[in-house]
């Protein structure tokens, strides 16, 4: 027998809920995606992540369901892992998870177990980013044009650069999380999202970039969608021998666009001021779009025309990270990861080295991390980059199936 050292985190899940919205006859968490319950899932990919502390948060009536999935997904960590009974409310389910913590955890992750396919990855990056009095959440950001309304009535626009799709685990320093929820409870407030119950105490929250594949199984389509996923990753079209199956994938993407469009210059994900812009339907970031048309071709997912062209007036005027983060989505909905990306614009403007480090950090925080550099050559005056009229990229991209090691 092998013996585990006691971890310093915990990771809560939360799946308590009754999932009246899936009609599925069921506690949404004992409900099956393939051959496995969402539970399941969701509890494979936390033993997948770095070992802690796992209490699962079942709903009253079904502590044997939750603890026999426990049990098959926990495998040599099964002494890591308890079962607790929920509350009548969210917010009551958690405290209850965390009642049950063990004395050396200090770091504490709640997550939903209806975001099924969650991966270890994010679970462990929530971990990492965990410090003193601040708290933790992976967020997307929101690609659909919003509007604020009265009844039918189109009240205004919503500005979605200032919003972000929250998702899960949220992880939290314990001290301060028990704190929150012993201010919440004195004071009668029930909060429906971590995040907010903690910085409602006056602790301090910050985002991370989320993944596709952690969306929350709310509705029938949602179970859909998920079970799409799950068929679908054993036979991606990768196009090489099946003896082969985790090989990566190379793409390439160019694109061009002339100088003439309005406002200031965005390129590799920064605006500059006092540039003149690229024209284009959205904001002319060569850059960021070679990189897109790379990507998509290394996963065999078309090319950006295909998916943010003219036919997709909600990409008109929108910058790198929305495009950058929609093709990191694209790909995890196909079961791709991003290895690297390379991209080297040709222009004698603006001047980039001085702003290289600024641009890479941008454009890889907009594909969840992955590493992402960037060249300039003005070539030597030669063709239109070299006379100014406007600025061609090419870019390489890295793709790896999820399921490679």
Same mark, same amino acid.
């Given at each position: 027998?092998?013996?585990?050292?006691?971890?310093?985190?915990?990771? *809560?899940?939360?799946?308590?809920?009754? &999932?009246?919205?899936?009609?599925? &006859?069921?506690?949404?968490?004992?409900?099956?995606?393939?051959?496995?319950?969402?539970?399941?899932?969701?509890?494979?990919?936390?033993?997948?992540?770095?070992?802690?502390?796992?209490?699962?948060?079942?709903?009253?009536?079904?502590?044997?369901?939750?603890?026999?999935?426990?049990?098959?997904?926990?495998?040599?960590?099964?002494?890591? +892992?308890?079962?607790?009974?929920?509350?009548?409310?969210?917010?009551?389910?958690?405290?209850?998870?965390?009642?049950?913590?063990?004395?050396?955890?200090?770091?504490?992750?709640?997550?939903?177990?209806?975001?099924?396919?969650?991966?270890?990855?994010?679970?462990?990056?929530?971990?990492?980013?965990?410090?003193?009095? %601040?708290?933790?959440?992976?967020?997307?950001?929101?690609?659909?044009?919003?509007?604020?309304?009265?009844?039918?009535? *189109?009240? +205004?626009?919503?500005?979605?650069?200032?919003?972000?799709?929250?998702?899960?685990?949220?992880?939290?320093?314990?001290?301060?999380?028990?704190?929150?929820?012993?201010?919440?409870?004195?004071?009668?407030?029930?909060?429906?999202?971590?995040?907010?119950?903690?910085? +409602?105490?006056?602790?301090?929250?910050?985002?991370?970039?989320?993944?596709?594949?952690?969306?929350? *199984?709310?509705?029938?389509?949602?179970?859909?969608?998920?079970?799409?996923?799950?068929?679908?990753?054993?036979?991606?079209?990768?196009?090489?021998?099946?003896?082969?199956?985790?090989?990566?994938?190379?793409?390439?993407?160019?694109?061009?666009?002339?100088?003439?469009?309005?406002?200031?210059?965005?390129?590799?994900?920064?605006?500059?001021?006092?540039?003149?812009?690229?024209?284009?339907?959205?904001?002319?970031? +060569?850059?960021?779009?070679?990189?897109?048309?790379?990507?998509?071709?290394?996963?065999?997912?078309?090319?950006?025309?295909?998916?943010?062209?003219?036919?997709?007036?909600?990409?008109?005027?929108?910058?790198?990270?929305?495009?950058?983060?929609?093709?990191?989505?694209?790909?995890?909905?196909?079961?791709?990861?991003?290895?690297?990306?390379?991209?080297?614009?040709?222009?004698?403007?603006?001047?980039?080295?001085?702003?290289?480090?600024?641009?890479?950090?941008?454009?890889?925080?907009?594909?969840?991390?992955?590493?992402?550099?960037? %060249?300039?050559? %003005?070539?030597?005056?030669?063709?239109?980059? &070299?006379?100014?009229?406007? *600025?061609?990229? %090419?870019?390489?991209?890295?793709?790896?199936?999820?399921?490679?090691?």
């Amino acid at each position: 027998m092998t013996l585990l050292p006691v971890p310093h985190v915990a990771v *809560i899940v939360v799946a308590a809920g009754s &999932g009246t919205r899936l009609a599925a &006859g069921a506690p949404k968490a004992l409900v099956g995606i393939d051959g496995r319950s969402i539970l399941r899932h969701a509890l494979d990919g936390v033993f997948a992540a770095a070992p802690a502390q796992v209490i699962v948060v079942a709903p009253a009536g079904f502590e044997g369901d939750a603890e026999t999935e426990v049990r098959e997904a926990a495998g040599d960590r099964v002494d890591l +892992a308890r079962v607790v009974v929920g509350g009548d409310t969210r917010q009551e389910s958690v405290a209850a998870g965390i009642a049950a913590l063990w004395g050396d955890v200090r770091t504490v992750l709640v997550h939903d177990a209806a975001r099924a396919l969650t991966p270890p990855a994010q679970i462990d990056a929530v971990a990492a980013a965990v410090a003193e009095g %601040t708290g933790i959440i992976p967020a997307l950001p929101v690609i659909d044009t919003l509007k604020r309304v009265d009844g039918d009535s *189109i009240v +205004a626009p919503v500005d979605r650069s200032e919003l972000a799709a929250a998702q899960t685990p949220q992880g939290f320093p314990r001290t301060a999380l028990e704190a929150a929820y012993d201010a919440a409870a004195a004071a009668g407030i029930e909060y429906t999202d971590d995040a907010a119950l903690f910085a +409602a105490a006056g602790y301090a929250v910050r985002h991370i970039p989320g993944d596709a594949r952690a969306f929350k *199984i709310t509705t029938p389509d949602d179970l859909d969608r998920a079970r799409r996923l799950l068929a679908e990753a054993p036979t991606l079209p990768l196009h090489v021998p099946a003896s082969a199956p985790n090989l990566p994938r190379v793409g390439l993407g160019t694109d061009v666009h002339a100088f003439g469009g309005e406002g200031d210059l965005w390129l590799a994900g920064l605006r500059w001021p006092g540039e003149p812009a690229l024209s284009g339907h959205s904001d002319g970031d +060569a850059v960021a779009h070679a990189i897109v048309d790379a990507l998509l071709g290394a996963a065999g997912l078309g090319d950006i025309g295909e998916h943010f062209g003219t036919a997709h007036p909600e990409y008109a005027g929108a910058h790198a990270a929305v495009f950058l983060a929609r093709t990191r989505e694209l790909l995890g909905e196909a079961g791709f990861v991003i290895g690297n990306v390379s991209a080297q614009f040709q222009g004698n403007h603006p001047r980039f080295s001085a702003r290289r480090a600024e641009a890479e950090r941008a454009l890889s925080d907009a594909l969840g991390g992955a590493p992402v550099s960037v %060249t300039a050559t %003005t070539t030597d005056a030669l063709g239109f980059p &070299g006379r100014g009229e406007g *600025i061609a990229v %090419t870019a390489a991209a890295l793709v790896f199936p999820a399921s490679a090691p």
